[in-house]
């Protein structure tokens, strides 16, 4: 999307160049005014057109920001447990995949559905990244966490 909007804003920076080109150029009078009209018409669309992409692309910034903002703020509740709960250890051994992985978890109580959780893998590619090794989970680690936790070294 963002890349989409740079393209946008590349374009019509090289129309308004060309566009620039032709009105300052010489030729006959009668189809020069009528040149340097529909040019004009074109120039004021084109800066139209910039000035909304503009405005997108900020707005755009703005909701990443707050996203990212807001990421860190459920980071960072994540990371305090309540007092009550209680942690389990996950023994992923060699050759063990998603599908497996998944129902440990939901043995384990940590998770209430394993084919949610294999579907968040699969969105998010991280079938192929977990990780062999002992993890630490408690039962209020959302799926996002454990995933996040069992796909980077113990």
Partial sequence: MVRDIIRTLGTACIISGIVLYF???TGDNANEDIG????HEEF????????????????LQQASSAAQKSAA????QDDEK?????????????GANSTTVA???????LIQDAGQFES????YKLTGKIQIGEYTL???MSIETIASTITSSP
């Fill in 36 to 39: 340097k009209s529909q040019l």
């Fill in 82 to 94: 309540p007092e009550n709960v209680q942690e389990t250890v996950l023994h992923i051994k060699q």
């Fill in 23 to 25: 009105v300052n150029g």
């Fill in 73 to 76: 703020e459920n980071e960072s």
């Fill in 103 to 109: 129902n440990d978890l939901v043995r384990l109580g």
């Fill in 138 to 140: 408690d039962e209020s």
């Fill in 44 to 59: 004021i669309y084109l800066q139209e057109k910039l000035q909304k992409t503009e405005e997108e692309l900020a707005k």
């Fill in 120 to 123: 968040y893998l699969a969105q």
